[in-house]
């Protein structure tokens, strides 16, 4: 009896901290996107181009995982209208979001305007 209700407990327990687990990574995936889209409205102030912003987050995404973006969706085998974020543990979004963070303040501070690929 005691074993049946130690069991039931640890399965809800079980239950309650997939769902704490998932709403974190849905937070963490919202804050990315903020942080991505204010990178993107600054990128496109300073360059002019909304292409530049691929190219800056491709090299984010090198320096961070060794691999290009395009590299990292086909290693997923991601479907082509999904994004790589979605697909991404909690930790690895909010390095992306820490990465995205820093590109923002060193293009505020350094005054960024044209990426060398442009």
């Not at 995936?29 to 292409?51: C, M, Q």
């Amino acid at each position: 009896m005691k074993t049946d209700i130690v069991q039931s407990l640890s399965s809800k327990f079980e239950v309650i901290q997939r769902c704490l687990d998932d709403w974190e990574r849905l937070q963490a995936r919202k804050i990315l996107t903020l942080s991505e889209k204010g990178l993107f409205e600054l990128i496109y102030e300073r360059t002019g181009s909304d292409r530049d912003f691929g190219i800056i987050r491709n090299k984010g995404d090198k320096a961070l995982f060794d691999k290009t973006t395009q590299q990292m969706i086909d290693a997923f085998r991601l479907p082509k209208n999904r994004v790589l974020a979605d697909f991404l543990p909690t930790n690895t979004i909010k390095a992306k979001d820490f990465v995205t963070e820093i590109t923002v303040y060193n293009t505020k501070e350094r005054k960024l305007r044209k990426t060398h690929n442009s």
